[in-house]
């Protein structure tokens, strides 16, 4: 089972980025996914989340600029990001995910994740 995470790079602030995360080893279209991002010295945080059904939750910090999809087909998720500032510079991760006692949980240990940077 394991998630790759791919799509990062360098971007001027107001810019465009769309991650990518393909999954094997494991049954993909019933599984929730969630994309996380950690920047230096913070902890790492859920930015959006995406059920089985289609259905989509946002971090309040991402609302309206960060769209999640998925292509069951390829096994794939998405997140783009538009409108991009400075404070999302962080190393994205995707992950699956399960609510555990009305908390959303990751599944698998963390990938290497993508960096993304983002200047002023």
């Known amino acids: 089972v394991q998630l790759v995470e791919s799509g990062g790079g360098l971007v001027q602030a107001g810019g465009s980025l769309r991650l990518s995360c393909a999954a094997s080893g494991m049954t993909f279209s019933i599984n929730g996914i969630g994309w996380y991002r950690q920047a230096p010295g913070r902890q790492r945080e859920l930015v959006a989340r995406?059920?089985?059904?289609?259905?989509?939750n946002y971090a309040d910090s991402v609302k309206g600029r960060f769209t999640i999809s998925r292509d069951n087909a390829k096994s794939t998720a998405y997140l783009q990001m538009n409108s991009l500032k400075p404070e999302d510079t962080a190393v994205y991760y995707c992950?699956?995910?399960?609510?555990?006692?009305?908390?959303?949980?990751?599944?698998?240990?963390w990938g290497q994740g993508t960096q993304v940077t983002v200047s002023s």
């Open positions: 995406i059920g089985s059904s289609g259905s989509t």
């Open positions: 992950n699956y995910v399960v609510y555990r006692a009305g908390v959303l949980r990751p599944v698998l240990n």
